[in-house]
C-alpha cells in the first residue's frame, strides 16, 4: 500500500506556513514505514528539534483505479479516519529553502500516525461537512470541517488518480487545517471525528 498525502488545502493553514496558495493539490508520498505501528508512542527523532502534529482526515482505497472521473470517486472508498502527519519543520524549512524534496521531513519513520478506529462512510453523513479536531494534553489545537477543503475528497481522489494508480489499501491524507505546532516528551495528542474518539498517542 502507499500513503499519498495532500499539502496546503486548508487556507488558513497556508497563510499560517506564508505558503503560496497553489493551483493544483499538492502531491508528496510517504512509504509504508512511516506508519507509527499499534499502540507504540512516537519517538521524537534526534534529528528534528521541531517535530509538527498535523491533524488530517484519512480515506482508505477499496478497489484499484486509473483515470477515475470525480462523479464515480464515491465508488472507490467506504471508510473515513483520522491520522497525524508528523512534519520535522525545522529540516523541512532547510530543504525548502535549497530547493530539494521533503521526504526526509515528511515520510521518517513513525511519521504517518493511522488511527485504530476507522469509520464507514454511510456512518458520519455528510462527508463534506465534518467536524474534527485534536488535542494537545487534553486541550484543543486544532479543530476545522472539511467544508473548508480547498479540494474536496472525490476532487483529490479524480486529481490524484491521473497520476497514480490507486490501489486497496492504499490510504489518502487530505490536508491539515490551521493550528499546528510543536510536540514535546510527554504530550498527548488525541483525535476526533464528530465527538468520536479515533486515536490517542504518547509522545516520548
Known sequence: MKIICIGRNYTDHISELQNEKPEDPVIFLKPDTSILLKKQPFFIPDFSEEVHYEVEVLVKIKKV???????????????????????????????????????????????????????????????????????????????????????????????????????????????????VGKIAAEDRLTGFIEDKQIFSIQIK
Open 65 to 179: 483505479g486509473k483515470h477515475i472521473q470525480e462523479k464515480f470517486a464515491h465508488k472507490y472508498y467506504d471508510e473515513i479516519g483520522l491520522g497525524i502527519d508528523f512534519t520535522a519543520r525545522d529540516l523541512q524549512q532547510k530543504l525548502k529553502d535549497k530547493g530539494l524534496p521533503w521526504e526526509k521531513a515528511k515520510a521518517f519513520d513513525g511519521a504517518a500516525v493511522i488511527g485504530e478506529k476507522w469509520l464507514p462512510k454511510d456512518s458520519v453523513g455528510d462527508i463534506n461537512m465534518l467536524n474534527f479536531s485534536l488535542e494537545k494534553n487534553g486541550e484543543p489545537v486544532q479543530k476545522s470541517n472539511t467544508e473548508l477543503m480547498l479540494w474536496k475528497i472525490d476532487e483529490l481522489i479524480a486529481y490524484i488518480s491521473q497520476f497514480f494508480t490507486l490501489k486497496i489499501g492504499d490510504i489518502i491524507f487530505t490536508g491539515t487545517p490551521a493550528g
